[in-house]
Nanobody, 115 residues
């Protein structure tokens, strides 16, 4: 089992920056990759960024160059640095961790970007 707890979601103005954190606990050694997803009202959940143990990262097109995903060395905490925020980045952001057999989710943290 892996437990995930997000934090850092707040209301900011467009153009601002924000860093989300995801604290992971449990059987971290079984985790192959971690990711940030987001879901805006009335929209499907969208994968925003992923990171693997090898350090490979991937981003959805709309956040490339603005968002950066990272983890600490022990993979106890994952981060999402968000710069140049836009109103369309407003959503609930979820932390995700995947093993070979399961996917685990946090409860989400709300990010609101006002114009």
């Amino acid at each position: 089992q892996v437990q995930l707890v997000e934090s850092g979601g707040v209301s900011v103005q467009a153009g601002g920056s924000l860093r989300l954190s995801c604290a992971a606990s449990g059987i971290i050694s079984a985790v192959n990759s971690m990711a940030w997803y987001r879901q805006a009202p009335g929209k499907q959940r969208e994968k925003v960024a992923t990171i693997t143990h090898r350090g490979t990262t991937n981003y959805t097109h709309s956040v490339k160059g603005r968002f950066t995903i990272s983890t600490d060395n022990a993979w106890n905490t994952m981060y999402l640095q968000m710069n140049s925020l836009k109103p369309e980045d407003s959503a609930i952001y979820y932390c995700n961790a995947e093993t070979y057999f399961s996917a685990f989710w946090g409860q989400g943290t709300q990010v609101t970007v006002s114009s």
